[in-house]
């Protein structure tokens, strides 16, 4: 007679809708955990991977595509606007394998201006996409300090140690080296101070006396004194978790006649007041941030097209759902509409495409 063994697991364990539930199960673990105090921010991307992905089809498609007279954009635009980013570096390794050609040397050949930024964004991670921009956005004379402050000032740390990393491997440089080598003064001490990527990360605990603390020293450094201690203000905006830092800003409110940032514009000026306004918005809703920055580069009869692709490119594969619904509730209008209304062509297909849906 034959005995069950306990050692192989009954038969049901094994079955799909056991899996399916194992992970599912998975899944809400991952999810209850992360949303415990240190975490990580959920993602909330707009361009997700594509359910039926097929990279040698893709990828024979992007070639006819190019190859056509006169070049079929919508193609190319639809194909890669609707990949995750490492499907995009699957269709990159087929097309090579298929052309002997790079692809990013081929959509450079194949497309132009504002089309041909945004697709040639897209080619490259988040990180990396990150990076480049950062180092353009230091390059030659003068600073684009509007691209660089709002990288450094709205990235999280686990983004910014990413990007660090990535700047390392594409151009051999240190970012921290080439940030304070491209800015002087306090401007260079915030920015660096955020480079490093120092902030606390969110606690369970919420130190009552440390918010305290921290509004009445960022109160004494600035509008209760002569002058303005930036060492202090530097230290507490870049240091602290951005929950905590949220806290503190309304708690600042009982020392302080002025909110913080009337308190900005009231002790700083120039770039180092522009870089403390953005940094305070980042740390009150970053998505608000995004969402308005998207608004104003839509605003007048020239679009800034440059903002509104680094917004898109950057935050469609991490938190583009957020910034979308941000823009319905505070502009009235949403953020397909308004691009629908202020571009055209066929950057406007891509953008429609990285935006995700109207709302
Ligand atoms: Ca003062």
Redesign the pocket.
């Known amino acids: 007679m034959q005995r069950a063994t306990t050692e192989t697991p009954p038969l049901h364990l094994h079955s799909p809708q056991h899996l399916r539930k194992m992970a599912l199960v998975s899944e809400i673990l991952t999810k209850l955990t992360l949303s415990y105090g240190g975490e990580r921010e959920p993602k909330c991307p707009t361009v997700v991977p594509a359910y039926d992905f097929n990279p040698e089809e893709d990828s024979a498609k992007i070639e006819t595509a190019i190859k056509t007279k006169g070049v079929d954009e919508q193609t190319i635009i639809d194909i890669l606007t609707r990949r995750s980013c490492s499907q995009r570096s699957e269709i990159a390794f087929e097309y090579e394998k298929r052309s002997k050609k790079d692809l990013v040397s081929a959509l450079k050949g194949a497309l132009s201006g504002s089309l041909e930024h945004l697709i040639l964004g897209l080619m490259k991670s988040t990180a990396q996409y990150d990076a480049s921009e950062l180092k353009s956005s230091m390059k030659g004379l003068g600073t684009d300090e509007e691209s660089l402050t709002e990288i450094v000032c709205s990235r999280n740390n686990e983004e910014l140690k990413e990007i660090k990393k990535v700047y390392r491997e594409m151009f051999k440089k240190e970012l921290e080296k080439d940030v304070s080598g491209d800015t002087s003064g306090d401007v260079a001490k915030l920015l660096l101070a955020l480079v490093q990527a120092k902030r606390d990360e969110p606690s369970n605990v919420v130190d009552y006396e440390k918010i305290d603390n921290d509004a009445r020293a960022l109160y004494e450094a ?7 201690d930036v060492t202090t203000w530097i230290s507490i905006f870049s240091e602290r978790s951005v929950p905590h830092l949220q806290k503190v800003f309304d708690r600042y409110k009982r020392y302080s006649p002025y909110d913080i940032k009337e308190s900005i514009r ?2 700083v000026k120039g770039d180092l007041e522009k870089s403390f306004l953005t940094l305070v918005e980042c740390l009150e809703n970053k998505h608000l941030y995004f969402a308005s920055k998207l608004s104003d580069a839509m605003k007048s009869k020239s679009v800034k097209e440059k903002v509104i692709t680094r917004i898109m490119v950057s935050r469609c594969e991490v938190d583009l759902m957020k910034v979308r619904a941000e823009f319905k509730k505070n502009f009235g209008k949403s953020l397909y509409q308004t691009i629908f209304e202020h571009t055209k062509g066929d950057y406007q297909r891509a953008l429609l495409n990285l935006c995700g849906g109207d709302d």
């Open positions: 600035g509008v209760k004194r002569k002058g303005t009231k002790e």
